[in-house]
């Protein structure tokens, strides 16, 4: 299912929302990590699902606290989208649109037993973050080219040949490289 954000704000608003400390951090997001997501929404990018379970009566947020805490930062105002405003200094039709954006969700069956949650838990936070090498060679537009043809340039295959590329390491030394050129 998918809940409006409306309906998510509202539910950590009435305390509806349970977080299970087992699976839960303290917040840790930043404030740069809480404007890249508003901005997402904003953009209508689709920012993950929210894994649940519900127990006793209880909604438990197995996986998604990091981003329902944001948004609702985002709604009381105590926190800032890349424009640097707060949600109380959005158009009317820009408030809608936000509230109204829908995020979907996973509801774990109730029977599942602690075991098994931790375990789907565990198993949703073992991708491995992209390296920032990863990060800029999947950007677009001039930038890349240039910095790809930087690192593929056949006159630069002997520096190049000597550094790892694994996991695009050669290829973020190469960036460090173009970015100084750039700057003269």
Known sequence: ??????????MQENRELHYDKNYQRSKVWKQRQKSDLMESIHLSYPIGILVMIERNGKLNVIDGQQRIDAIYEFWKNK??????????DLTDAKKKEFLEYRIPSVMLNAELSNDKIS???VRLQEGTPL?????????VGNFRNVFVNAFFDPKNQQFFSKI?????????????LLAIELEK
């Open 119 to 121: 375990s789907i838990f």
């Open 131 to 139: 390296s920032t090498a990863e990060k800029v060679y999947a950007f």
């Open 164 to 176: 790892s590329d694994k996991r695009f390491r050669g290829r973020l030394v190469s960036a460090h």
């Open 1 to 10: 299912q998918t809940y409006p954000i409306s309906t998510l704000v509202k």
């Open 79 to 88: 926190t800032i989208n890349l424009q640097e405003r707060y949600f109380k």
